[in-house]
């Protein structure tokens, strides 16, 4: 994932962003009689909240949207997607 966000303060502890991405991995999925592994790339959107606990310390939470490019399997299109959900702890060094 190679993305940029944008944000803007919404007090002196709070920073909301939007999230731009450009996302690239595998899609695995089992089938009955073989599976599909495919190299897919797509683009992501999102938004999230960073919020300061202290000097060196914040938590985030982000919601983010990704949608690959179709590919081809067996003459059946495939569009993968994904909805992703985080909360984390950001260490500023």
């Known amino acids: 994932s190679l993305s940029a966000a ?16 450009y996302e690239a991995g595998k899609f695995d999925f089992p089938l009955s009689d073989s599976k599909i592994n495919k190299s897919v790339s797509g683009f992501g959107y999102g938004a999230g909240l960073r919020t300061e606990i202290n000097k060196t310390t914040f938590l985030e939470t982000e919601i983010k949207q990704v949608n690959y490019k179709k590919f081809t399997y067996k003459s059946t299109d495939i569009t993968p997607s994904a909805t992703v959900g985080s909360v984390g702890v950001v260490f500023k060094f």
């Open 6 to 21: 944008p944000g803007m303060m919404l007090n002196d502890k709070t920073l909301a962003y939007v999230k731009l991405s």
